[in-house]
């Protein structure tokens, strides 16, 4: 299996009120292409941090973090952005829509970033898969909670991207849209082809994944295969 | 477990290269604008009165400038105007006679006029002409062809504000001197004239060749001579009057050429339109204050939905000309909208400055003033929204996980330090523009910065004490209001930056026009004279005062006047002076003539500050002479300092003995310089004398008397002087408020967009409050006394500001006393604090009357 991401080595440590703070400590793990994972551990564990590093939406105090072959400690924050234009999408835990523009114009934007073609087709395509056709001229404020993360994840699958990361995807929801929603991520992933690291609390949702990984004080305590292959 | 395998061969290559698609960021500078475009319109209302004020002012600036250009000759009326206090000499007639095509003179001075119908009496310039003067334009009359008939026979022209004021008719006779006239017309406008001069001065048109008969022409008599010539068409005027230059100097004449008084013109309406535009500046000022506050608001609110579009790959660079794109489009609207309302209130200008104005003023848009407008608009908003823009910069897309604490303001960031220095420079260009002196302007900018600096210093302040001050034995409503001052996401510094600048421009715009007014309001108390009498010849001088005792007036002051100039100054001459600016002695000591008195002693307003006072001269000595102490400062004489005084032809050399402080705020005889006695006794000289009438009918009586008996002699009613002035005051004091009309009205923009951005930071936590189950009553407390603290203290330090600002104004400036009144300063700072607590509580209406909910919801 072909790594899309690489975690040599990883820290990250912060100065607060004049003392040092470690947050994650020497995290070692690889990624294969196509795989689902899942990271897990308490509040306060550092997965989201972990989460931010591996997507380049931070740099790291010290390690590697190689995302399809390409080293994002030594990339400036705009590249690290051209980056995850082209490879990467996200899911968040409170959906994060862009409040101004519709349902539609929010699956387009990354496409529309790309420059490329047909984009108005494809996304209204990509809405129809998460069943939110009809909703396109809608603004986020004018969605519920479910309807909101699915068109988060239209958007999150319109750039095809290699890698999708999910932050809580169905923290704010509840059992019944999340159950549909972790159905759709799965789904989309795999019709996709995309890797999936997802961070969660939620033991039954990690489970659904290849492989589980175990953050306990910013350390890596465990890495599982879930037997899901 | 088997481990993934690195395979570089399968990587795709990132474009990191990507070009910016301008188009692309439009679209979603567009977009984003859409649920807040209100709020931006209000944030940018607040440039709108300032550049509307300025772009009045610059299209009443270009107009005029077009309208002194067309009408320049009927200003003037004549090709060439040569003026002088004396009938030339033979050699400069020979050489004035000949020139031009027509030729026309006038004799112009000041004399009492009696209206024989109503024995009406009043002071008017008298002015006898001979010849078709003027040769551009008309004296305006009623009837039409008073204007030329009046000089066929023994008629006047008389200004019609006279006519109203005695109730006379065309066709009723004045007498002037000894002679009577008939009214051949009522004058509107002769060329050159303004509706406050003709106030001031109401002219009366006789022929020349009656000048005689009226007895008025007499040796000591103060008479303008004038000249009008209209010349060849194909004449050089500024190589013919560089010709007769020296000559016409040497003699102590002037000169007037159309293009003289277009300068001349121009600059006296330069003065101003500066004026003007620096009160257009201050709004404008204060409203970018309102666009920084309020994009860093806006800026903040934004942070989610940039760091949204930073994870999915939008540029740092991109984010920022997203928001750049979307400021300077409101900001375009905004200066449309100041241009399009600018070009409407310069008609109402017109009709405010008429009166000041000799022309005809025509209205009409002035694109230039438009474009410049518009541009200024554009500039303002950008600049002073880069501040917070440039953090966009800063703004990571971690915030999409978490929220960030970290500051995307750095102080470190030298984009930042760059804006700064763009703030100041061009504040300081500006200030430039409209000042025309590099001092001024930097005075004035780093005025702007002590106040901003002085203004952020307290709420730094405010912010540290309150947090120590706040005692948990408070209730807790005051607990929360005060905690507001400090908690996170305050908005104590910006509010008080914004209120209190606001406060202080407005605040010293008040101050000084009250200073300006207070200073020329004169007292007219029981013993202070209001009533001048002057050209009284010196045969009869008792005879006068003696008329007057008998008419049960008392003399407070009686003295000789005798009109003279400076020749030399240290044996410098006015060409001397005019070589070596080094000198620096102001050419106007040379050109201006002097009345100078002679007497032995002081008077009550003077006050002797060097040198000792000699009252008498000593046959034979040089001549000591007492010097006022502005003249000295301008002439650049001290102690023992040598002056060459012309006396009417006879050369008399004189030394400064004494520098005098003269109060001159005091109705009283003051003079420049004052001689000893045993010098002036035998120059030709006239007299001045002051009175007190304690009523409009003593006075009436009093002058028909005199001017019957005395036909030369001259008087003023102080009385009536009052009255034109006090009407002057209150035009000048409109036109004031005018143009400070537009501070006010955009400080209040600022207040209420300050005041309403701030509820969105409140919105959450008011909600929370109530939804925990706090009334509206504890949340309304809440809000008015965080709203009246910060009120009360901007608009403290704002005046407090003004305080300083008008004192330095006062001081270095216009050069008056200055004193505060304290109950409009404490109306303003009542106001002030009463209008941020209401706009505050008007704001928190929205939260407090809906359920939690709605609001919440309103706000996903």
Redesign the interface.
Request: overall charge negative; aromatic content about 8%; cysteine-free.
């Given at each position: 299996?072909?790594?899309?991401l690489?975690i040599q080595n990883l820290n990250k440590t912060y100065k607060s009120a004049g003392r040092v703070l470690t947050v994650l400590d020497d995290i070692n793990f690889?990624?294969?292409?196509g795989?689902t994972n899942a990271i897990v551990g308490p509040s306060g564990s550092g997965k989201?941090t972990l989460?931010?590093l591996c997507a380049g939406?931070?740099s790291a105090s010290s390690g590697i973090v190689?995302l399809?072959?390409?080293g994002l400690g030594n990339l400036g924050?705009?590249?690290r952005?051209?980056?995850?234009?082209?490879?990467v999408g996200?899911i968040?835990q409170n959906f994060?829509?862009?409040?101004?523009?519709t349902a539609l114009?929010n699956v387009m934007?990354?496409l529309?970033?790309?420059?490329e073609k047909n984009i108005k087709a494809r996304s209204q395509d990509l809405l129809d898969k998460v069943g939110l056709a009809d909703r396109g001229h809608h603004?986020?404020?004018q969605l519920s909670g479910g309807e909101q993360q699915r068109v988060s994840l239209a958007?999150a699958f319109s750039n095809s991207p290699k890698i999708l990361f999910a932050?809580e995807p169905t923290g704010n929801l509840d059992a019944e849209t999340s159950e549909k929603v972790v159905k759709l991520i799965f789904d989309l992933n795999r019709e996709a082809g995309t890797t999936l690291v997802l961070v969660t609390h939620d033991l039954e949702l990690a489970a659904k994944t290849h492989r589980i990984i175990k953050i306990k004080g910013g350390k890596l305590v465990a890495?599982e295969?879930t037997g899901n292959e | 477990m088997k481990e993934p395998v690195m395979n570089n061969q399968h990587m795709d290559t990132v474009n990191y290269n990507r070009k910016i698609n301008f188009a692309w960021l439009f679209k979603m500078a567009l977009r984003d604008s859409r649920r807040n475009r209100s709020r931006l319109l209000l944030f940018i209302s607040s440039i709108v009165f300032g550049i509307g004020a300025l772009v009045a002012i610059y299209s009443f600036k270009y107009n005029i400038q077009n309208d002194i250009n067309d009408q320049a000759a009927t200003l003037i009326g004549a090709d060439l105007t040569i003026t002088g206090n004396k009938v030339p000499d033979a050699k400069l007639k020979a050489l004035i006679d000949p020139l031009g095509n027509e030729r026309s003179q006038e004799r112009s001075f000041a004399s009492m006029i009696y209206f024989t119908k109503n024995k009406g009496t009043r002071l008017v310039q008298v002015r006898a002409l001979e010849g078709n003067f003027p040769y551009y334009g008309t004296l305006e009359t009623v009837p039409l062809q008073a204007g030329t008939n009046f000089k066929k026979g023994k008629y006047a022209l008389v200004d019609k504000t006279l006519m109203l004021q005695f109730n006379a008719k065309v066709n009723d006779s004045i007498k002037v001197g000894n002679i009577t006239f008939v009214i051949a017309g009522l004058l509107n406008k002769a060329p050159g004239q303004t509706g406050i001069s003709s106030g001031i001065a109401p002219v009366v048109y006789i022929p020349l060749r009656y000048l005689e008969q009226t007895g008025l022409a007499k040796l000591g008599s103060r008479i303008t001579y004038s000249y009008f010539y209209k010349l060849k068409r194909n004449q050089n005027v500024s190589k013919l009057v560089k010709k007769l230059e020296p000559k016409l100097d040497k003699d102590g004449f002037n000169y007037e050429t159309i293009e003289t008084r277009k300068e001349n013109t121009g600059r006296a309406f330069a003065d101003l339109s500066r004026f003007l535009s620096l009160v257009g500046f201050i709004a404008l000022l204060l409203g970018c204050v309102g666009v920084a506050s309020a994009i860093n608001i806006y800026i903040r609110e934004k942070i989610q939905s940039i760091a949204i579009m930073r994870c999915m790959g939008v540029k740092a660079s991109e984010a920022f000309l997203i928001y750049l794109i979307q400021i300077t489009g409101i900001g375009l609207i905004g200066s449309f909208a100041g241009a399009l309302l600018g070009s409407g209130i310069q008609h109402l200008l017109p009709l405010v400055l008429k009166d000041f104005l000799p022309i005809t003023i025509s209205v009409g848009i002035s694109w230039m003033a438009v474009w410049q407008g518009i541009l200024l608009g554009i500039i303002i908003s950008v600049l002073f929204a880069l501040l917070p823009l440039i953090s966009i910069r800063n703004i990571s897309p971690l915030n999409t996980l978490r929220l960030s604490v970290d500051d995307i303001t750095t102080i470190k960031d030298p984009l930042r330090w760059m804006v700064y220095l763009l703030v100041l420079l061009f504040i300081t260009s500006f200030s430039y523009l409209q000042l025309d002196s590099w001092m001024g302007a930097g005075i004035f900018t780093i005025g702007i910065a002590i106040a901003f600096l002085i203004l952020t210093a307290i709420a730094w302040l405010l912010i540290r004490f309150t947090r120590l001050l706040v005692m948990s034995s408070w209730s807790y409503i005051w607990r929360q209001g005060f905690a507001n001052l400090y908690r996170p996401n305050n908005q104590t510094i910006i509010l008080t930056v914004s209120i209190g600048l606001s406060t202080a421009f407005i605040c010293t715009l008040f101050l000084i026009q009250q200073l300006l007014i207070g200073q020329v309001t004169l007292s007219t108390g029981a013993n202070q004279s209001n009533m001048i009498l002057f050209d009284i010849q010196s045969p009869q001088e008792k005879a006068v005062a003696n008329l007057t005792r008998k008419q049960g007036l008392p003399i407070l002051s009686q003295v000789p006047i005798i009109t003279m100039r400076i020749d030399k100054v240290n044996g410098k001459t006015a060409t001397d002076v005019k070589k070596d600016t080094t000198l620096r002695i102001s050419p106007r000591v040379f050109t201006y003539e002097y009345r100078v008195t002679y007497r032995d002693s002081l008077t009550s307003s003077e006050k002797i500050t060097s040198g000792s006072w000699i009252g008498k001269s000593e046959p034979g000595k040089e001549i000591p002479v007492s010097a006022e102490e502005r003249f000295a400062e301008r002439a650049k004489v001290k102690i023992g300092d040598k002056l060459l005084f012309n006396v009417q032809g006879i050369m008399m050399s004189a030394y400064v003995s004494s520098i005098r402080k003269v109060n001159w705020n005091k109705i009283s005889t003051n003079f420049q310089i004052v001689f000893p006695t045993g010098v002036l006794e035998d120059a030709p000289q006239f007299h001045v004398l002051l009175t007190h009438v304690p009523s409009n009918a003593v006075s009436a009586k009093f002058q028909q008397i005199v001017v019957q008996q005395f036909p030369n002699v001259s008087i003023i009613d102080l009385g009536l002087v009052l009255n034109v002035l006090d009407e002057l005051l209150n035009k000048i004091g409109y036109v004031i408020k005018f143009m400070s009309g537009f501070s006010i009205i955009t400080g209040i923009i600022v207040l209420i967009s300050s005041v309403r951005i701030s509820k969105y930071q409140r919105i959450q936590e008011s909600v929370l409050l109530r939804t925990l189950g706090a009334s509206r009553k504890q949340i309304f407390a809440i809000t008015a006394l965080e709203y009246l603290f910060l009120g009360a203290l901007s608009a403290l330090t704002g005046i407090v500001i003004a305080i300083g600002s008008s004192w330095l104004l006062a001081k270095y400036n216009f050069d008056m006393p200055y004193n505060v009144s304290l109950l409009p300063v404490g109306i303003i700072f009542i106001v002030i604090t009463l209008l941020t607590v209401i706009i505050g509580l008007l704001n928190s209406r929205g939260i407090l009357n809906k359920p939690p909910l709605e609001i919440l919801r309103s706000n996903t």
């Open positions: 299996m072909e790594t899309i690489n690889s990624i294969g292409t795989s989201t989460l931010g939406l931070d190689e399809n072959g390409i924050e705009d590249k952005a051209q980056v995850r234009n082209q490879y996200f968040f994060q829509l862009l409040p101004t523009l114009e934007v990354p529309e970033l790309r420059g603004y986020p404020a958007r932050d890495d295969r | -």
